[in-house]
């Protein structure tokens, strides 16, 4: 896939990360606008590649909720909680199986506490069902291309 205009931000357009070994089980990500994150194999304390995966189900869907709800109200708090079992079968490989989003916000009392309260499950429904380009990714199942090339 190529594009002339890589873009950020929730706007529709093409996106792109790139990864640098460091050293044996440790790489650096850089994105677009120059972000950089570690992640690793699991045997230090970087992020692993399937809890990014974690992280990006958390990120995307409360970016949508937030900015949905917090038009009515500022959260009083706000955690969200993905999780999934590490699967492997012959037939599939390794993947991930039970995913599972689970926002457990607080909202002050009052009236836009109430249109929050009232707003916050819609919201996430809203994520799941059309907004959250990484779960929505993930449940329909896009396929992956991947290729080799000498550097």
Do not use: W
Request: hydrophobic fraction near 30%; charge should be negative.
């Amino acid at each position: 896939m190529t594009s002339d205009e890589t873009t950020g931000g929730t706007g529709q357009g093409h996106r792109s990360v790139e990864l640098t070994r460091l050293e044996l089980g440790r790489y650096e990500l850089r994105n677009a606008r120059g972000g950089t994150i570690t992640i690793g194999d699991g045997t230090t304390d970087d992020f692993t590649p399937v809890e990014l995966l974690l992280a990006a189900l958390a990120g995307c869907s409360s970016v949508d909720v937030d900015h949905i709800t917090s038009r009515r109200a500022e959260p009083e708090s706000f955690v969200v909680v993905a999780e999934g079992t590490k699967a492997s079968s012959p037939e599939q490989g390794n993947h991930m199986t039970d995913l599972e989003v689970t926002f457990r916000l607080g909202f002050p009392e009052g009236e836009g506490g109430d249109a929050a309260r009232a707003a916050f499950p819609r919201s996430v429904a809203q994520s799941r069902d059309r907004l959250c380009t990484v779960s929505r990714t993930v449940q329909i199942g896009t396929p992956v291309e991947m290729t080799a090339e000498d550097a």
